[in-house]
């Protein structure tokens, strides 16, 4: 299973970013996808998750009400809506496949990772 991540690239604070995570095989209908990010310096921290149905989403504090993740299972695609960015949301952004059906917060409960994608946010 390979995952891509793009979308990234440099941004001005307050605009908007639309990341996508492309799969490689359809496998990833039947789980659930998260993103996380890594800024420099920084370890890796949880964004959001979505169930393999997208009926169940989860969101970090720090992005909720500004992030939407959601995901298209015919396409094997899984999207991440960046709005109103901030500077503290500079990073590079990991799509990830669930070892379940379910999201989840913590990184091992993922088994397939992409190779991320960089979001630098300007103030």
């Known amino acids: 299973v390979q995952l891509q991540a793009s979308g990234g690239g440099l941004v001005q604070a307050g605009n908007s970013l639309k990341l996508v995570c492309t799969v490689s095989k359809r496998t990833s209908s039947n789980n659930g996808m998260g993103w996380f990010r890594q800024a420099p310096g920084k370890e890796r921290e949880f964004v959001a998750g979505?169930?393999?149905?997208?009926?169940?989403?989860d969101y970090a504090d720090s992005v909720k009400g500004r992030f939407t993740i959601s995901r298209d299972n015919a396409k094997g695609t899984v999207y991440l809506q960046m709005t109103n960015l901030k500077p503290e949301d500079t990073a590079t952004y990991y799509c990830?496949?669930?070892?379940?059906?379910?999201?989840?917060?913590?990184?091992?409960?993922?088994?397939?990772w992409g190779r991320g994608t960089l979001v630098t946010v300007s103030s």
């Open positions: 990830a496949v669930g070892r379940s059906s379910y999201a989840s917060r913590r990184g091992e409960n993922y088994a397939y």
């Open positions: 979505i169930s393999w149905r997208g009926a169940n989403l």
